[in-house]
């Protein structure tokens, strides 16, 4: 017989900051809010996403981490986003940065919980080929 206890992911209260940066919220989260303005490259805005995540886990160590995004200005003439926004949103989120993060809420898809657990060994550098 199977005693393992099936333990449901840790679903956080979202609340996004009033302004960017780093905080700890009411219900013992890291409220991580970015804020990329138009003229922000995806290089830009990818190593200022890392930079965050690792500042989190740097002064509140391995506590569970939201990471709260707005875009600006960086939509087409029919307000979807321009190709360089959906990339930062899907593939180098997805692949780069979400890991890192209990959940998450972005532009493109909402709020989103992670699937599996948070990783808290945020690497020392961010290398974009």
Do not use: C
Not at 3 to 27: E, L, R
């Amino acid at each position: 017989m199977d005693t393992t206890q099936y333990s449901p992911p840790f679903i956080p209260a979202y609340n996004k900051p009033d302004s960017p940066g780093v905080w700890m919220n009411f219900d013992n989260t890291v409220a991580i809010y970015l804020i990329i303005p138009g003229e922000m490259s995806f290089v830009e805005a990818a190593q200022q996403a890392f930079s965050m995540v690792k500042d989190a886990q740097a002064r509140f160590p391995d506590w569970p981490r939201v990471f709260y995004l707005d875009v600006g200005s960086h939509s087409s003439t029919d307000q979807t986003f321009d190709d360089e926004m959906i990339e930062f949103q899907q593939e180098f989120w997805f692949s780069a940065i979400a890991p890192f993060l209990t959940s998450f809420d972005l532009p493109l898809t909402g709020p989103l919980v992670n699937p599996n657990e948070q990783r808290n060994d945020v690497p020392d550098s961010l290398a974009i080929n």
